[in-house]
């Protein structure tokens, strides 16, 4: 057997997915996702231009070798667009090699370590009390694990609370505008200690910081948090300095977890040595795929550090199915994060993944059980979007 074609598939269903499409001479073909959030054509045109055409006439069976040489092969190794090419393409290798020996890649993964694998969901408003309702309803609704986020008061946008107000110019990024350190380092254990009220002492309660603190004041928010029992304090800091989270460590208990933004395990290599963290947000499409994934959950596990891979709407649900079924045959995998793709993308994506009672579930069918319609993707054509910028409040450029 051997890759006679390769595509590339940009579609906007909602938000823009990147999706890779491999096809076969006996007939069979595979998907990987490929989307970076913000940057998308900048992997189209990488997977395009450079790694595709060293794909065609391989042996699709032929995984590992055919990661080894997209890697290393391109000499400039390493970052969000190389790695989230590599995956797309690995995926979908994946994809092939189940579909041809009919059987679901968890199966080919070792099988599973778990009946299902628990996912978090999102309770965010601009009021508590907004929240606090966005909370009850996930907890009706099975889920165990809940990431709770909330304005601060005096600002007017903070991350991932709905907007007030639409972009001045939707062709260029959203402004948050007035970040204040103080007033969130204020407000958030008065969040939790409502949330924990309100939801009672078994349900998981996860909060993001997004990159917003210095290391003393991750460490003293940590420790202040430390009564109302988070799952994790997610990236309280930039991890570009890694030996930063020493200093969290040594002022709390409250774990720690970091890494939606990391793309091999040399960006983590330290944290999990160290222990200096408690659970890893690598995904697999920007983690390099499944086969470097198994490798960072394997290292990660000897430290007993656990996985909870980033899992936004922004990831396609081809990224999801690849997630569903690493997700269950990985040991040392936590917790899964769930957002709901938007309504359009059922229209061009079909998936057998579900979620049900707070558990994410792969199917049973061949290879990821996913797929793209070409068709149907036609009628959603790219649309330039990027994230949002955060500026404190005297406009200064802060973190993202």
Same mark, same amino acid.
């Given at each position: 057997?051997?890759?006679?074609?390769?595509?590339v598939i940009?579609?906007?269903?909602?938000?823009?997915y990147v999706?890779?499409?491999?096809?076969?001479?006996?007939?069979?073909?595979?998907?990987?996702?490929?989307?970076?959030?913000?940057r998308?054509l900048?992997?189209?045109a990488?997977?395009?231009k450079?790694?595709?055409?060293?794909?065609?006439?391989?042996?699709?069976?032929?995984?590992?070798d055919?990661?080894?040489?997209?890697?290393?092969?391109?000499?400039w190794?390493?970052?969000?667009?190389?790695m *989230?090419?590599? %995956? @797309?393409? =690995?995926?979908?290798?994946?994809?092939?090699?189940?579909?041809?020996?009919? #059987? &679901?890649?968890?199966d080919?993964?070792?099988?599973?370590?778990?009946t299902?694998?628990?996912?978090?969901?999102h309770?965010?408003?601009?009021?508590?009390?907004?929240t606090?309702?966005?909370?009850?309803?996930?907890?009706a609704?099975?889920?165990?694990?809940?990431?709770?986020?909330?304005?601060a008061?005096g600002?007017?946008?903070m991350?991932?609370?709905p907007?007030?107000?639409?972009?001045?110019?939707?062709?260029?990024p959203?402004?948050?505008?007035?970040?204040?350190?103080?007033?969130?380092?204020?407000f958030?254990p008065?969040?939790?200690?409502? *949330?924990?009220? %309100? @939801?009672? =002492?078994?349900?998981h309660?996860?909060?993001?910081?997004?990159?917003?603190? #210095? &290391?003393i004041?991750?460490?003293?928010?940590?420790?202040?948090?430390?009564?109302?029992?988070?799952?994790?304090?997610?990236d309280?800091?930039?991890?570009?300095?890694?030996?930063a989270?020493?200093?969290?460590?040594?002022h709390?208990?409250?774990?720690l977890?970091?890494?939606e933004?990391?793309?091999?395990?040399?960006?983590?290599?330290?944290?999990?040595?160290?222990?200096?963290?408690?659970?890893?947000?690598?995904?697999?499409?920007?983690?390099?795929?499944?086969s470097?994934m198994?490798?960072?959950?394997a290292?990660a596990?000897i430290?007993?550090?656990?996985?909870?891979p980033h899992?936004a709407?922004?990831?396609s649900p081809?990224?999801?199915?690849?997630?569903?079924?690493f997700?269950?045959?990985t040991?040392?995998?936590?917790?899964?994060e769930?957002?709901?793709?938007?309504?359009?993308?059922r229209?061009?994506?079909s998936?057998?993944?579900?979620?049900?009672?707070?558990?994410?579930q792969?199917?049973?069918?061949?290879?990821?059980?996913?797929?793209i319609?070409e068709?149907?993707?036609?009628?959603?054509?790219?649309e330039?979007?990027?994230?949002?910028?955060?500026?404190?409040?005297?406009?200064?450029?802060?973190?993202?």
């Amino acid at each position: 057997m051997h890759v006679t074609a390769a595509k590339v598939i940009v579609s906007s269903p909602g938000r823009n997915y990147v999706t890779v499409k491999l096809e076969t001479d006996q007939g069979v073909h595979g998907v990987g996702d490929a989307t970076l959030n913000g940057r998308e054509l900048a992997v189209a045109a990488y997977l395009e231009k450079h790694a595709l055409p060293l794909v065609i006439g391989r042996d699709p069976a032929d995984i590992e070798d055919i990661w080894q040489m997209l890697y290393k092969g391109a000499y400039w190794r390493r970052g969000p667009v190389t790695m *989230a090419a590599i %995956a @797309a393409v =690995d995926v979908a290798l994946w994809d092939i090699k189940g579909k041809v020996l009919g #059987t &679901p890649l968890w199966d080919l993964l070792g099988g599973r370590s778990r009946t299902g694998t628990m996912v978090y969901s999102h309770a965010t408003g601009r009021t508590v009390g907004e929240t606090l309702a966005k909370l009850a309803d996930l907890q009706a609704a099975g889920y165990k694990a809940i990431r709770v986020q909330c304005l601060a008061p005096g600002m007017d946008e903070m991350y991932s609370i709905p907007r007030s107000k639409e972009p001045p110019d939707p062709r260029l990024p959203f402004v948050e505008s007035g970040w204040d350190t103080s007033a969130y380092l204020r407000f958030v254990p008065k969040l939790f200690a409502s *949330a924990r009220e %309100a @939801a009672g =002492d078994d349900l998981h309660l996860l909060h993001d910081v997004h990159h917003r603190l #210095t &290391p003393i004041e991750a460490g003293d928010l940590g420790r202040r948090l430390e009564e109302f029992r988070l799952f994790w304090l997610e990236d309280a800091v930039p991890a570009e300095l890694q030996a930063a989270f020493r200093i969290i460590r040594q002022h709390t208990t409250t774990p720690l977890a970091v890494g939606e933004v990391f793309n091999t395990v040399y960006d983590c290599e330290q944290l999990v040595r160290e222990q200096l963290i408690d659970y890893l947000r690598m995904s697999i499409v920007h983690g390099g795929g499944i086969s470097h994934m198994r490798k960072v959950a394997a290292f990660a596990e000897i430290y007993r550090v656990r996985l909870g891979p980033h899992g936004a709407a922004d990831l396609s649900p081809v990224t999801m199915a690849a997630a569903a079924h690493f997700d269950i045959a990985t040991h040392n995998v936590a917790v899964q994060e769930y957002a709901p793709h938007p309504e359009q993308a059922r229209e061009v994506f079909s998936y057998q993944w579900s979620v049900e009672d707070g558990y994410l579930q792969p199917g049973n069918a061949p290879g990821l059980g996913a797929d793209i319609d070409e068709q149907a993707a036609k009628r959603f054509p790219y649309e330039r979007d990027y994230l949002p910028v955060s500026r404190l409040a005297d406009g200064t450029m802060g973190s993202w």
